[in-house]
């Protein structure tokens, strides 16, 4: 929450500056995320989304990237890659009970997976590519400080708020902290119980 | 006491009891039709050609990560749907309770624990005692011919955002509505504050 944080900094230089403990404290904005709309019926019994998804916009939103594609074909859409991705060679995501594996790649380095991000993250940032059964069932970019950036939320809201007009019926987003890391996973809706582990592991 | 008063005793606590009257209609559950007489009759409004529907905005917050989600539910008009004096779509006078539910869920599908989401508009108690029943899903909601913009104003109590929600036409104007509930309610100054506007773009 860095915004409330430098309001509140600012709030206390105000206070400071002024001299005076009445002056009042700045107005910090919230951000409003906004839901998918749905649309009722007359007798307000069911709803459907009033907005069908945006394919070419979730496609652009992934990077190119499906759900349920494989290790080998996750590998074709990522810049740089001089060998090709194999599960049998992924490490295994440690905080899942099943057999998850996973594949990393720098955030800087992953141009096409972060265009809705306008504010900085550090270098330590990462996108994780996370695979169940050889197929891609969860993307979660994992925001981490450095010195030139040393609040990264701002970064994190920027791509979550792109990610939550989406009906959770095609992707599920959610937004959490671990230490000082802002996670941003956006995971397969046929993804069952994997759908509520979070990332529990160390900062790299 | 004469009659006169008896009949004024007996306005009085019809007037006091009408909203509990309502409000245990509206909690059945059951679906209402927003199509009956009851609701006046409409007149069409239309923007390229297309009527304009009711929307009611609700305002929802995950408690453990502060974040506020709008979320829009938009009544198709019925055929004959004809606009208000304002110029607007009326929406329903009551909310069946599944809307609000509806509400909460779009948050709980992006949290944790679902049981983090309440309604953005708390009651006092909230701060100490932080659920969903401590806040009020009618005093999170703007209807669309009543307000273009809702707001939400808060103030910190310790790592968590105690707010309320208030409606206008103007983002200033909600924002100050919001403002004075949450103040007038919690006693604090509520300087964070936002807004969207009632309607999807």
Redesign the interface.
Known sequence: MGWLVRAALAAELTLIMSGSSTAQPVVVTKPILVLPTLQWTATASTWKYAVLPDAGQINALLGGLNFGMTPEEVGQHLPGRSSALHWDDLPDAKEYSKDVRYFWLPMQAADRLTGPIQSCYGAPSSVNLLFFNQALFRISWRFLPDQKCPDVSDAAEDLYAAFVPIAPSVVISMHYTNGPAEVVDVTAPNAGPLISVRWQGRPR | MNACSVRRSASRLLLLLLPLLLAGTASEGA?????LGSYGTPSVVQRGGRPL?C?VTY?VQDDT????????????P?PDAAAGQNGRMPC?GM??P??GQ??LD??R????NAADCVFADMKKGFSTSPSVDNTSAPGSRCSSDQASQIA?A?W?SGTR?VCDVGCGEEPDTAVQAARQRCEATHGK?C??????PVE?P
């Open positions: 679906p209402q039709n927003f199509d529907a929307t305002l990560t502060n974040q506020t989600y709008a979320a829009r539910m938009q009544f198709d019925s329903p909310m069946p599944t809307v509806a509400a779009g948050c599908s992006h949290a944790v939400i808060c910190r955002d100054t300087n964070i504050t936002g807004s969207v999807a």
